[in-house]
């Protein structure tokens, strides 16, 4: 698929996820399987444990300035990294457009409603998490919090790619058309 800025991720239905063309309020769906990469995710986590484990007790870093940077160019590169792999992500969605009835769309969208306010309130803890931590390592230059630092700016910016206000936005406006 081409990259879009009129096509916005608004939900899932059916366990598919449904894109909303802006400039022709047509319904997408798409026909990739959703991949779960849950073990991943754990297998990842548990092996990264040690690795910060020893790096919390043997890399401490006393410069400030130099503790600056590492922070710095960790979130960069996990925002880097995040973006790209959004955009990548979209590219290789295979659309194909769905009709949706107003008794599947009402619910739909009041589900997708309280999504929103969800993504917000978790884009809000994570930015107080991210800058917490991030203050935390520069002020006792532990490991730990920088690497928690820079993992969850990962999913901050994928959050940020997704364009949640435009989304609001969109389900607001299909609230009332209904």
């Known amino acids: 698929m081409k990259?879009?800025?009129?096509?916005?991720?608004?939900?899932?239905l059916n366990k598919k996820a449904l894109f909303y063309d802006k400039?022709?309020?047509e319904w997408y769906?798409?026909?990739?399987?959703q991949k779960v990469s849950t073990t991943l995710t754990v297998f990842l986590t548990l092996v990264s444990l040690p690795l910060v484990r020893w790096l919390d007790a043997d890399f401490i870093v006393e410069d400030f300035g130099a503790r600056l940077f590492?922070?710095?160019a960790g979130i960069a590169a996990s925002a880097a990294f995040a973006g790209h792999y959004a955009r990548k992500s979209y590219l290789r969605l295979h659309l194909q457009e769905?009709?949706?009835?107003e008794e599947e769309l009402?619910?739909?969208?009041?589900?997708e409603e309280k999504n929103v306010r969800t993504a917000f309130l978790t884009i809000g803890i994570l930015t107080a998490v991210i800058l917490l931590c991030g203050y935390g390592y520069l002020r006792t230059s532990y490991f730990l919090f920088l690497f928690v630092t820079v993992v969850l700016t990962f999913p901050l910016?994928?959050?940020l790619c997704s364009r949640?206000?435009?989304?609001?936005?969109?389900?607001?406006q299909l609230v009332q058309t209904i």
Do not use: C, H
Not at 106 to 111: A, I, Y
């Open 29 to 33: 769906t798409s026909t990739d399987e």
């Open 3 to 12: 990259y879009s800025k009129q096509m916005i991720a608004i939900g899932n």
């Open 98 to 101: 769905i009709f949706l009835t």
């Open 157 to 159: 910016v994928l959050f």
């Open 106 to 111: 009402e619910p739909f969208l009041q589900k």
């Open 23 to 25: 400039a022709t309020g």
């Open 70 to 72: 590492l922070l710095f």
């Open 164 to 172: 949640l206000w435009e989304r609001r936005q969109i389900i607001k």
